[in-house]
């Protein structure tokens, strides 16, 4: 579960990249946008959480990462060897 | 994406990134200045409405857009689709640099130097253009070469190539 502020944008084009990237690493896994306002009543439903907003404080229960290298490119490689270990987890 | 020709596609995409929508060496004092100028193309050219001006601004508080990309800053302002009324792009290569605050942090900034402001309407169907527009910031040089067009036809006709690129 891909998320950031209105699920438009960034949140959308980090989700094409994610899905790309899971298909090259042949990793099945259903990838879905939320906007921000709907993610508290949507996270318990992720097994990852890919996050593109500041501060928040709030604990989901589900482990997260940083959804930004997926639009600068840099740091890419060690998001997906983490979100590759969680699936496989 | 909806299944389109490639004519219509290829005119989807000149309309996507209109030079009407592009200002090269836009002269700006703040980040907020910077988004208010390229709004004020989007909406004269009727691709927003006139709420997205504020909406932008406000959602950029609260949900930065600056991307610390490589050689050259960049920033992706938008923001929700009940603002845009049909897809474009609007660029801004700045004359100095402006500050915005990285995506994703309230505490780091990056120092844009190129603005792509967005008017998205059905993100599913643009959302290719911006994953091109996203491996570009991923290309070393492009960047470089966008912020030293010498004119708006240059700037665009440099993205329209770029965004046009088939699928691997």
Same mark, same amino acid.
């Given at each position: 579960?891909? #998320? ?13 990249? +994610? ?7 042949? @990793?099945?896994?259903?990838?879905? !946008? ?47 060897? *983490?979100? $590759?270990?969680?699936? /496989?987890? | 994406?909806?299944?389109?020709? %490639?004519? *219509? ?14 200002? !090269?060496?836009?002269?700006? #004092? ?11 193309? +989007? ?9 997205? #001006? ?7 508080? *609260? ?6 990309t490589m050689d050259v800053q960049v920033a992706i302002p938008h923001t929700d689709v009940e603002h845009c009324l049909k897809p474009g ?9 402006? $500050? ?21 309407? !059905?993100?599913?169907?643009?959302? /290719? ?6 491996? @570009? ?16 036809? #240059?700037?665009?006709?440099? @993205?329209? %190539?770029?965004?046009? /690129? *088939?699928?691997?």
């Amino acid at each position: 579960m891909v #998320a950031c502020g209105s699920g438009v944008a960034s949140s959308e084009t980090a989700a094409y990249k +994610l899905r790309n990237l899971l298909q090259d690493r042949k @990793l099945q896994a259903e990838v879905r !946008v939320v906007n921000f306002r709907s993610l508290k009543n949507l996270a318990s439903q992720a097994d990852i959480l890919v996050h593109i907003a500041p501060n928040d404080p709030t604990d989901y229960g589900v482990p997260t990462v940083n959804g930004v290298p997926f639009l600068t490119g840099m740091g890419l490689d060690p998001v997906m060897d *983490e979100i $590759e270990a969680l699936l /496989k987890s | 994406m909806t299944d389109l020709s %490639e004519t *219509e596609h290829k005119a989807k995409l000149d309309e996507f990134i209109s030079q009407d929508l592009i200002r !090269v060496g836009l002269k700006a #004092a703040s980040r907020d200045e910077a988004v208010c100028e390229l709004a004020a193309l +989007l909406q004269k050219h009727g691709y927003v409405k006139e709420s997205y #001006a504020q909406a932008a601004l406000d959602r950029e508080k *609260e949900f930065p857009t600056g991307l610390p990309t490589m050689d050259v800053q960049v920033a992706i302002p938008h923001t929700d689709v009940e603002h845009c009324l049909k897809p474009g792009m609007a660029v801004g290569v700045l004359a100095q640099p402006v $500050e915005f605050t990285e995506m994703a942090t309230l505490d780091r900034f990056v120092q844009a130097e190129i603005i792509f402001l967005l008017s998205i309407t !059905v993100p599913e169907d643009q959302v /290719k253009w911006l994953a091109r527009l996203v491996d @570009l910031f991923q290309t070393p040089g492009v960047l470089l070469q966008l912020k030293d067009s010498p004119d708006a036809r #240059a700037c665009r006709q440099l @993205l329209l %190539e770029k965004l046009r /690129k *088939e699928e691997p």
